[in-house]
Structure formats: structure tokens, C-alpha cells
């Protein structure tokens, strides 16, 4: 049974924007909080993001701060969105939603327990 789906991945060249969405089951929408990862070739997956349950509450790593936004859109049938702007060559991966059993996330990828499909996203120089 599949309870999160990504869309939205892309190659875009340096300094570009993309959206990635996430659609994800009623079950886990507003019940849980969640999350962006991402892993390239050879490393480690590595947060991205978070929001909580509510809404409310967002982190970010700082590589990401002041570039990209996590949101949920209500009126877009469950829908969790990662905004990213000035896109580097080093955020080329592939970008993972995932969803935790907890009103605030962490950055823990152990923690989470639901898992979407991976979107690719490649940023060119």
C-alpha cells in the first residue's frame, strides 16, 4: 500500500528553482509530522527538512536555510511541497519525502517510518 508519492523532480541548471510535491495517505496527513531527505551516489542520506504535524513548526539543515521551504497545502488533497530555489550543482540527488509517527520531526532518517518512491533532482553548473 503506497503512502507517499513524489513528483515534481528535474535538471535545472544553477542558480534555478523546483518544486517537489508529495502526496501522502489520509492516514499519515496531519497525524504525522514529515520530512525531505536526500542522498547522492556514495553518501549518506541526509535531512533535508521537516515539518511538524500542524504545521506549524519547520527546521531546516544549513545547507538549505534561506533556500528552500517545506509547506503543506490543505486544499491540495494532502500535499506536502519542498520550494527550492538557487539550486547548486551539490544539491544534485535524489530527494526522498518521509513521514514519522510524532508531532515534531527530527533529523534522524531512523525515525521515520513511511517512505516515498525518491524524486531525482540534478542541478547543473
Known amino acids: 500500500q503506497v503512502q507517499l508519492v513524489e513528483s515534481g523532480g528535474g535538471s535545472v541548471q544553477a542558480g534555478g528553482s523546483l518544486r517537489l510535491s508529495c502526496v501522502a495517505s489520509?492516514?499519515?496527513?496531519?497525524?504525522?509530522?514529515m520530512g525531505w531527505f536526500r542522498q547522492s551516489p556514495g553518501k549518506e542520506r541526509e535531512w533535508v527538512a521537516s515539518?511538524?504535524?500542524?504545521?506549524?513548526?519547520?527546521?531546516y539543515a544549513d545547507s538549505v536555510k534561506g533556500r528552500f521551504t517545506i509547506s503543506q497545502d490543505d486544499s491540495a488533497k494532502n500535499t506536502l511541497y519542498l520550494q527550492m530555489n538557487d539550486l547548486r550543482p551539490e544539491d544534485t540527488a535524489m530527494y526522498y519525502c518521509?513521514?514519522?509517527?510524532?508531532?515534531?520531526?527530527?533529523?534522524?532518517?531512523?525515525?521515520?517510518?513511511?517512505w516515498g518512491q525518491g524524486a531525482q533532482v540534478t542541478v547543473s553548473s
Open positions: 518521509a513521514a514519522a509517527s510524532k508531532v515534531i520531526c527530527n533529523a534522524r532518517w531512523d525515525d521515520y517510518n513511511s
Open positions: 489520509s492516514f499519515i496527513y496531519r497525524r504525522h509530522c
Open positions: 515539518i511538524s504535524s500542524s504545521g506549524y513548526s519547520t527546521e
